[in-house]
């Protein structure tokens, strides 16, 4: 058993975020950079060895033909105006111009058609045309940044010279002059230098324009390749210690996309000298992700995401490779039959994963632990797990939170719960990022108006209709795998502390079809009401005690162990305010649990079995 009270947690932080420093400080030499193009992501070496695997391998036989009908569909699209989208930014042009160059230069790499070429060269001109790359919106800016390279350094030898003059002219105007200033005169705050997906991926954009033009720009690359690594950890250092990214799993696939480019990058040309890929964490965060996934492949989407954001990354054949993973590629290849079978919308850097394919399989059946908590400096995960081949097994997974950082909402102590490829609760994911007031994230602020945004909305506690405290944190305080019954207690008080002295969530594993969930709380007035309630998209049945809940011919079990004499009751999720996406079959289970003493405990016994005699 292990215990983690909050002064271990702040401990545990200082001492990464100064080994993150020392990796960072350490001495640099000068870079060596390849002196012959294409040096960034796809060396020739690796083309050869590629093309050898394609008449090898009949899934990179598969992915080769996917790209070659894709290209060809890109070849004649028209091109997109430059313009702005209600959110006041370009970010999805920039991103189909990754796909769309990354596409076009593969397939001529391949393939050598001098169609690719040529729309790749028109597409160039085109993007290079525009008046800028939008730096007001610097993910913009550091996308197109990053299609332009990659299809300037793979094309290099076969574009006119006309082209590759604009190009230059283009990328340092667009990026190079302008993260030079912001390294320079930037405060912390700045997107070369936050906390957030941002740093990475705007760093990783400036990284490989600097790489692709570095024979003309090369104080300018040396700089830019130095101040990267030095800014990049105050990102990475919350992945410590086992590769969380705290900001969701949206956006855990956009900044593991391009920290992913920036580790290949590096290591192609003089190495990762500012030791990024060493950071604590960094190793774990694929295989974090793929744990982290239900055994259906759903993902928990906590915070701002959704089930409809695209992760089929190639950064986790990357990781896979470069940390010796073979569980994450063999897992990766069945996402990429599904992505061709399917014909699935493709991340802007799919076709990457053919240049990155990684045929490596383990060499056992993997033994999943029955409880794995997942720690970090904001948001603490938990999962239980059981035997995957019996029919009717659990699988849950839960969090913490601290609700005011980048991305987060009041869902401290929610979970999912899944069986026979049914998930029984749901996460409902992001609203529109541009509702008044969305990131106004303080303790009472606008944020927490939103129905997708407070806990009302999740699987989780709210005490007299009250929302979480947006500055409380709550973290895996205990965990326990060395018992009959594995189990990991979540500490909700600060969360609470308007209505609570204390707060205590604990999931329990006992047995392959059944998962307690108890919470105790001490409240600081007798007369509060504590509220448990959970999201579902099934048909949901109620006897007393017991919730039985239906879903594609699979049924489920909810059934209240404490206190004697609560009930379920249903209502439908809704909508708050105008503008919110629309909410459409959810119900919403709840559990009224009035103070006794000041104290409240609430014990749910969830179960893929029929545990009562009410149905």
């Given amino acids: 058993m292990k215990n983690h ?39 020739t070496t690796e083309e050869k060895a590629v093309k050898k695997l394609i008449k090898k391998d009949p899934l990179a036989r598969q992915l080769a033909a996917f ?35 990354g596409t076009l230069s593969l397939a001529y790499r391949l393939y050598g058609e001098q169609k690719y070429l040529d729309a790749a060269n028109k597409t160039l001109l085109w993007v290079c045309g525009y008046k800028d790359w939008d730096p007001k919106h610097y993910l913009d800016t550091a996308e197109m940044t990053t299609a332009v390279a990659i299809a300037y350094d793979w094309l290099f030898d076969a574009l006119p010279e006309t082209t590759r003059k604009i190009i230059k002219g283009s990328i340092y105007k667009n990026a190079i002059s302008n ?62 210690p086992d590769g969380v990214c705290y900001e969701g799993p949206a956006y855990w696939g956009y900044t593991n996309s391009y920290l992913s480019l920036y580790l290949k990058a590096v290591n192609d040309n003089g190495g990762d000298q500012g030791g990024i890929g060493q950071l604590p964490g960094v190793s774990r965060t694929a295989l974090f992700y793929k744990r982290t996934l239900t055994p259906s492949g759903q993902r928990f989407n906590f915070g701002n995401a959704s089930a ?19 569980e994450i590629a063999e897992w990766f ?72 950082q980048a991305h987060q909402q009041m869902d401290c102590g929610t979970f999912i719960i899944e069986s026979d490829s049914v998930c029984w609760t749901e996460d409902l994911g992001a609203d529109d990022y541009a509702l008044p007031g969305f990131w106004d994230g303080k303790p009472g602020g606008d944020r927490w108006k939103y129905f997708r945004n ?3 909305s999740h699987n989780t506690l709210n005490i007299d209709r009250q929302p979480q405290y947006a500055n409380g944190k709550a973290f895996v305080c205990e965990e326990n795998t060395h018992t009959a019954h594995p189990y990991a207690r979540l500490d909700l008080s600060e969360v ?29 007035n007798t ?66 649990c009035p103070a006794q003493g000041g104290k409240a405990k609430i014990t749910v016994e969830m179960s893929s079995k029929n545990n009562s005699s009410s149905f």
């Fill in 5 to 43: 009270p909050e002064k271990q947690n702040t401990t545990s932080k200082i001492l990464t975020f100064i080994f993150a420093c020392l990796c960072v400080f350490s001495a640099f030499g000068k870079t060596e950079i390849q002196p012959h193009h294409p040096r960034l992501l796809f060396t």
């Fill in 67 to 101: 790209l070659k009908t894709k290209a060809d569909s890109i070849a004649e699209a028209p091109q997109i105006p430059y313009k702005m989208d209600k959110y006041g930014n370009m970010l999805w042009t920039s991103r189909a111009y990754v796909l769309r160059l």
């Fill in 179 to 240: 993260v030079l200033r912001e390294y320079e005169k930037g405060g912390p705050g700045s997107w070369a230098k936050r906390e957030t997906n941002w740093n990475v991926v705007c760093n990783t954009g400036m990284t490989l324009g600097a790489l692709a033009v570095a024979e003309d720009y090369p104080e300018e690359a040396e700089t830019i390749l130095k101040n990267a690594a030095h800014y990049m950890p105050n990102c990475l250092k919350h992945f410590a």
């Fill in 308 to 326: 409809e954001e695209v992760l089929n990354t190639p950064a986790f054949f990357f990781f896979s490779k470069h940390y010796g993973q073979p």
């Fill in 333 to 404: 290849r069945k996402e990429i039959e599904k992505t061709i079978r399917q014909n699935q919308p493709m991340h802007q850097l799919f076709f990457l994963s053919l240049p990155w394919f990684n045929p490596a399989s383990p060499a056992q059946n993997e033994q999943i632990p029955a409880l794995e908590v997942y720690h970090n400096s904001i948001n603490d995960l938990l999962v239980l797990n059981v035997d995957r081949k019996e029919k009717g097994s659990v699988f849950l997974v839960a969090k913490g939170g601290l609700p005011n």
């Fill in 454 to 456: 407070n806990n009302f």
């Fill in 496 to 524: 609470y502390k308007v209505q609570a002295h204390k707060a205590f969530r604990k999931f329990t594993l006992i047995n392959d079809h059944t998962i307690e969930v108890e919470d105790e709380v001490e409240l600081r």
């Fill in 527 to 592: 007369s509060s009401t504590v509220f448990w309630t959970a999201a579902t998209k099934a048909d949901v049945t109620i006897n007393g005690s017991v919730a039985q809940l239906q879903k594609d011919g699979k049924v489920f079990y909810f059934r209240i162990l404490s206190p004697e004499g609560a009930t379920f009751h249903t209502y439908p999720a809704y909508n708050t305010y105008p503008g919110e996406k629309p909410i459409k079959g959810i119900t919403m289970l709840e559990i009224a």
